[in-house]
């Protein structure tokens, strides 16, 4: 049986797809930043693994009060950074009321997905084209299968859809495609991008004009994650309900 979480338990949060491109690093930065609007910014720790170190830099200069550790995880430094990523991970265990989020890199090191298997959830950006929902669907048979060595029902796995054009609604061949995969699909978000353009110069502050859609898109996403993962909602979920698809529709997000 699955067990169920609270909101003070510590959350290991992943942002992970073997596909690049598709937004981890951006969607990390608006998680980062969603969790410290409504929670301490101090209990949020973020670990950027990506070589780029987009996360890294965007997060050091809007919210320096988030802790940001950068291991990047390459060839040369995998074995070390994982096993420092997974240090981290276990600590965090017992400290009440805090998240780590962990920025992937692109790839298929299976060490590194073995780690991301070892998280409480695990977020996974991808747009709507065959291009990028092919290889995802690999990757997420791939935790699955991961999940299922260990007979494990953590993590969670979120798909987010990316870059969904404006008015639509019709997810059926999302939904369809991955109908058979232990997921949950989260809000759209219209133009992920677009949350890098949140931070502008020395003032942090929204441009009602040009921003609308990313602050709605923003909140949305907000509050579905702290809902479904931070308080445990999909915990309650998976225990009380026999689902005849794993799939929980993303407009549960706004009851």
């Not at 699955?2 to 338990?9: A, L, R």
């Not at 973020?46 to 200069?61: A, K, N, S």
């Not at 029902?153 to 798909?159: G, K």
Request: contains cysteine; proline residues 6%.
């Amino acid at each position: 049986m699955p067990s169920t979480s609270n909101k003070n338990e510590a959350k290991s949060i992943f942002v992970a797809n073997v596909k690049g491109g598709v937004g981890k690093s951006t969607l990390t930065i608006m998680l980062a930043r969603a969790l410290a609007s409504v929670m301490p910014p101090q209990k949020i720790t973020v670990i950027d693994t990506d070589l780029q170190r987009t996360t890294t830099e965007f997060l050091t200069l809007s919210n320096p009060e988030i802790n940001i550790e950068f291991l990047p995880i390459t060839p040369a430094f995998e074995n070390t950074n994982i096993s420092l990523v997974q240090q981290f991970i276990r600590q965090n265990e017992f400290r009440p009321g805090h998240v780590v989020i962990i920025d992937t890199p692109a790839g298929s090191s299976q060490r590194l997905w073995n780690l991301v298997g070892e998280g409480y959830s695990v977020l996974v950006p991808t747009t709507l084209s065959n291009a990028d929902l092919a290889p995802t669907e690999n990757f997420i048979r791939n935790i699955d299968k991961v999940k299922l060595r260990y007979n494990k029902n953590h993590p969670h796995l979120i798909i987010c859809p990316n870059k969904v054009p404006f008015g639509q609604k019709d997810f059926s061949m999302m939904s369809d495609r991955l109908d058979n995969h232990d997921v949950v699909i989260g809000p759209p978000i219209r133009d992920l991008a677009s949350v890098r353009h949140f931070y502008n110069g020395k003032y942090d502050k929204w441009d009602n004009q040009s921003n609308q859609n990313a602050q709605d898109d923003f909140k949305k996403f907000g509050d579905f994650v702290t809902k479904y993962i931070i308080n445990g909602e999909l915990d309650k979920i998976y225990n009380k309900e026999k689902l005849t698809k794993n799939i929980i529709p993303f407009e549960k997000a706004n009851n």
